[in-house]
Structures are given as structure tokens and as C-alpha cells.
């Protein structure tokens, strides 16, 4: 009879316990479908919808405007305002331009600052317009006028140092008018050196570029051998200095190599927003 009774007693306690644990499991699955209506996991967007694509035509008018933009500011950053107000070999001549021209130097700073973010919106828009073609090395090539770009805005700070020395302030009153002369023109000739060096990244990007639109089949391969021979120019102009010092090169070349970017430009804003998506 106790065995009886305390196998009862063993099953109550038993069942008492499952009907506490079903409770809880209850209570466990109600919490937890509570947290996720409040907290989602994941965001309650429609993924349903494709992400909108850019075509190839909005990529080339995007990249054809921005290099268009750095076809105006760079020739007047270079000849309108460095080349006016530096004169090479003499520093209080320079320091007396630029002090006289403080807001057309600084016009100048922006023209060069305009040019690095159009290079970054130039390097986006062709990545998107040449991937048919090879979407790896396009994004390399992209990556590269990124780069390209990002040293540029660092050599710029050159200049940046150059007007704040310039600048009337506490500081330079006290500044030795000859240790004033090395600083700025220090930094101009740092500024000089570094944008002379990046066209080196630059003409390897438009060989880089060049074997791109000539290996598609939705570009004339002409611009392609063009964009190639633009690369080589700017590469044997820049690396001449460290290489071969006395050699001369003839001004005409820079000029032809300019000539045929902006033939790609005009055919970018001109055929390249009529264009189809390539199959």
C-alpha cells in the first residue's frame, strides 16, 4: 500500500513538473515571437525588387561630364593662377603675387579639389560603362583613378600650407621674411613634384583603360589604341626627370596626349548616352 501510494505521489510530482515546463515553453515561444515583431532580425523591406541599375548610357554621361568639368578647371588652376603667381627662382616675387591674389589663389586650390572629386565620379561612372567588357579589371582600373585621386588630395595640402603661411596672422609677423620665402616655396615646389609624379598612376590608367574600350565590342577600338598612346605619353613625360634629367621632350606630345582624351570625352557626351546594353 506505501509503495503504491508513493509511486502516486512520484507521479503527480511528475506531471506537475511537465505542466510547469510546457508553461514555460509557452511563455518562452510567446516572448520570442513578441522580440521578433518588435526587434526584426532582418529589415522588413520588399527584397523582392531588384535594386535599380544604372545604364550604360547615364554612366557615360556622368562620366563624360565630369572629365568634361576637369578639362575647364585644371588648364585654368595651372595657367590662369599657379603659373600667373609662382615664379620660380624667386620667392619674394611669388610671395608678393600671392599676396596680392589671395582669393584667386584660393579659386585655384578649389579648381585643383573640383578635379580629384571629378576623377573619383570619372572613375565610378567607367567602371560601370566598361564591365561588360571585363568587370575585374575595370574595377581595378576604377580603383586605380581612386588612388590616383586620394594622393592627389594629399599633395594638394601643399598649397594649403603655402596660403595659411601667406594668410595675415599672429604667426607670420614673427616669421623671418627669408625662413618665410624657404617654407612657401618648399611647399610649392612639394606641390609641384607630387602632381608631377601621380601622372605616372595616371598613365598607367589610361593604358589600363585604353586595352578596356578596345577589347569591347560596343566602343570604336580606335579610342582604345588612343587612351593607350595618351598613357604612354604621360608615363614618358613624368618618369623622364628621375630617368634622363637633359632629355627634352617636344610640348607638343602632352599636347597631343590631352587631344585625345578629349576625343573620348566628346564621343562619351555624344555617342556613349545613345549607346545599347550590349547583349
Not at 599672429?170 to 618665410?180: C, G, H, M, P, S
Request: hydrophobic share 55%; with cysteine.
Amino acid at each position: 500500500m506505501l509503495d503504491r501510494t508513493r509511486k502516486v505521489f512520484i507521479l503527480v510530482i511528475q506531471l506537475g513538473r511537465g505542466y510547469s515546463i510546457g508553461c514555460h515553453l509557452v511563455a518562452l515561444k510567446t516572448d520570442k515571437r513578441l522580440l521578433l515583431t518588435l526587434f526584426p532580425s532582418k529589415p522588413m523591406v520588399d527584397t523582392s525588387k531588384p535594386a535599380p541599375q544604372i545604364s550604360l548610357q547615364t554612366a557615360a554621361l556622368l562620366a563624360g561630364s565630369a572629365v568634361l568639368i576637369m578639362v575647364f578647371a585644371i588648364p585654368f588652376a595651372e595657367f590662369a593662377v599657379y603659373q600667373k603667381l609662382v615664379v620660380p627662382q624667386k620667392p619674394a616675387e611669388t610671395i608678393q603675387n600671392i599676396r596680392a591674389n589671395l582669393p584667386l589663389f584660393r579659386t585655384g586650390i578649389l579648381c585643383y579639389l573640383i578635379t580629384f572629386f571629378c576623377d573619383v565620379l570619372a572613375a565610378w561612372a567607367l567602371y560601370l560603362f566598361l564591365k561588360p567588357a571585363h568587370e575585374q579589371l575595370s574595377l581595378l582600373t576604377a580603383w586605380l583613378r581612386v588612388v590616383y585621386a586620394a594622393v592627389n588630395l594629399t599633395v594638394l595640402l601643399n598649397l594649403v600650407t603655402v596660403l595659411r603661411l601667406l594668410t595675415p596672422t599672429d604667426y607670420v609677423t614673427v616669421v623671418d621674411a627669408e625662413q618665410l620665402q624657404t617654407q612657401v616655396m618648399l611647399s610649392l615646389r612639394s606641390f609641384r613634384s607630387g602632381w608631377s609624379f601621380t601622372f605616372n598612376l595616371f598613365g598607367i590608367y589610361l593604358c589600363l583603360l585604353g586595352y578596356l574600350v578596345f577589347r569591347s565590342n560596343y566602343i570604336p577600338g580606335l579610342l582604345g589604341i588612343l587612351l593607350a598612346i595618351a598613357g604612354l605619353g604621360y608615363l614618358i613625360d613624368n618618369i623622364r626627370p628621375f630617368v634622363v634629367p637633359d632629355f627634352v621632350i617636344n610640348s607638343t606630345l602632352i599636347l597631343i596626349t590631352g587631344a585625345f582624351e578629349v576625343v573620348f570625352v566628346g564621343w562619351l557626351l555624344i555617342k556613349g548616352t545613345r549607346i545599347e546594353q550590349p547583349a
